[in-house]
Structures are given as structure tokens and as C-alpha cells.
């Protein structure tokens, strides 16, 4: 069975920065795509970023360029890095994988962590 382990987050000020960890040793990033979704209490969970196979990447338009999304392929490690973060960000982060080709949607991954909770306040 495939297990995502997700590490960082916690509570910061807004301005503030925050990484997101997330690794995988039973598949490898070179052959999955990566990706980071949130969900807020209430509202349904939504895509960061993700970041695919061939190290292209996509993000959510109210992240960009705050947010980079980054993988290692040799520690097979993917990471979340987090700045200038606002109290519209607090939520809780999940890491997921799916297909090389797949759609930046929770439908399309395949695997995921079990969310580690992002706290901004102002």
C-alpha cells in the first residue's frame, strides 16, 4: 500500500513563510505527478499547485507567485514553499499524487497524505 507522509505547517503570522514537505518510497515523482490541495473548514477542498512529472508545473491563480511548488527526484521529496502567507491561506494542506497526465483535480490523483493543518493569522 502506498503511503504519502506529509510534514511542516503550523500556525504563523501573515507575511510569514512556511514549507510543506511530502514523500513517498513506494513510488517515485519521476513517474507520478505531485501536487499540494487545501481545504478550509466548510469549502471544498481545492488545488495549490501541482507539479508534473516532467517538472512542469500549474498553480491556483490565488497562489502564484507566492507559492513554488518544487520536487527532488533523487530524495524523491516534494515540497511546498509558502510566502507572504494571508489568513485566506489557513487550511489544511494535503499532499497527493496521481498520474504523469493527470488533471489538476482531487478526481485525478490517486494517493494521498493524511493533511497537515496551516494556521495564518493576522
Known amino acids: 500500500q502506498v503511503q504519502v507522509v506529509q510534514s511542516g505547517g503550523g500556525r504563523v503570522q501573515a507575511g510569514e513563510f512556511l514549507t510543506l514537505s511530502c514523500t513517498t518510497s513506494?513510488?517515485?515523482?519521476?513517474?507520478?505527478?505531485g501536487a499540494w490541495f487545501r481545504q478550509a473548514p466548510g469549502k471544498t477542498r481545492e488545488g495549490v499547485a501541482v507539479?508534473?512529472?516532467?517538472?512542469?508545473?500549474r498553480y491556483a491563480s490565488s497562489v502564484k507567485g507566492r507559492f513554488t511548488i518544487s520536487k527532488d527526484n533523487a530524495e524523491n521529496i516534494m515540497c511546498l514553499q509558502m510566502n507572504s502567507l494571508r489568513p485566506e491561506d489557513t487550511a489544511t494542506y494535503y499532499c497527493?499524487?496521481?498520474?504523469?497526465?493527470?488533471?489538476?483535480?482531487?478526481?485525478?490523483?490517486?494517493?494521498w497524505g493524511k493533511g497537515t493543518l496551516v494556521t495564518i493569522s493576522s
Open positions: 497527493a499524487a496521481g498520474p504523469k497526465y493527470c488533471l489538476f483535480n482531487p478526481g485525478s490523483m490517486d494517493y
Open positions: 513506494e513510488l517515485s515523482f519521476e513517474d507520478y505527478s
Open positions: 507539479i508534473y512529472y516532467d517538472g512542469s508545473t
